[in-house]
T-cell receptor, first 114, second 114 residues
Framework: EADIYQTPRYLVIGTGKKITLECSQT?????MYWYQQDPGMELHLIHY???????EKGDLSSESTVSRIRTEHFPLTLESARPSHTSQYLC?????????????FGPGTRLTVL | KQEVTQIPAALSVPEGENLVLNCSFT??????LQWFRQDPGKGLTSLLL?????REQTSGRLNASLDKSSGRSTLYIAASQPGDSATYLC?????????????FGAGTRLAVHP
């Protein structure tokens, strides 16, 4: 089972601040993902990566950006946070190329922008 | 475009009841379907993964079935316990979306009271 860590767990910041949400996994998974989840709503994929130096946008448009410089690290950055960015952000990772690969999720970061 | 719907949105039952959670999806061309559990303020825990060629999967008191042709899956929980209280999410890995992308339903919030 994968170990995935997200920091911070909770973040309350003011409008206009630059923030970075951290995600790290220790199992050497090649694929990593960021999902956004509003309360009581579905998770939506906003970014994913198939490996180092690979990043793609997901199905839900997002003003955030990501980078994948190391296999274990997949940070998400908001250059200028706004109240509309208030949500829960979940990171996940998986391994393998077959259809059997299973995604493992971190505990999430709950972001509130005032 | 694949859409996943979960019914009911919320469910409250007394301890000991057997219960069924429903998940439906609009595009039957899927690789697999996965059931997750989400506790408040936490990430997702994978419960069961059913491949498109399978009809059901079992883990302890949980049994998940899949009827791909009709676009439906059910999660059966036997002898429910207060510790089962959580939100249960259904997600499909759609062929049109690529095997690495999960499409989620909004979940069923389950409360099991003593």
């Amino acid at each position: 089972e994968a170990d995935i860590y997200q920091t911070p767990r909770y973040l309350v910041i003011g409008t206009g601040k630059k923030i970075t949400l951290e995600c790290s996994q220790t199992m050497g998974h090649d694929k990593m993902y960021w999902y956004q989840q509003d309360p009581g709503m579905e998770l939506h994929l906003i970014h994913y990566s198939y490996g180092v130096n690979s990043t793609e946008k997901g199905d839900l448009s997002s003003e955030s950006t990501v980078s994948r410089i190391r296999t274990e690290h997949f940070p998400l950055t908001l250059e200028s946070a706004r109240p509309s960015h208030t949500s829960q952000y979940l990171c996940a990772s998986s391994y393998g190329t077959g259809v059997y690969n299973e995604q493992f999720f971190g505990p999430g970061t709950r972001l509130t922008v005032l | 475009k694949q859409e996943v719907t979960q019914i009911p949105a919320a469910l409250s039952v007394p301890e000991g009841e057997n219960l069924v959670l429903n998940c439906s999806f609009t595009d039957s061309a899927i690789y697999n379907l996965q059931w997750f559990r989400q506790d408040p303020g936490k990430g997702l825990t994978s419960l069961l993964l059913i491949q498109s060629s399978q009809r059901e999967q079992t883990s302890g008191r949980l049994n998940a079935s899949l009827d791909k042709s009709s676009g439906r899956s059910t999660l059966y929980i036997a002898a429910s316990q207060p510790g089962d209280s959580a939100t249960y999410l259904c997600a499909v890995r759609s062929i049109s979306g690529g095997y690495n992308k999960l499409i989620f339903g909004a979940g069923t919030r389950l409360a099991v009271h003593p």
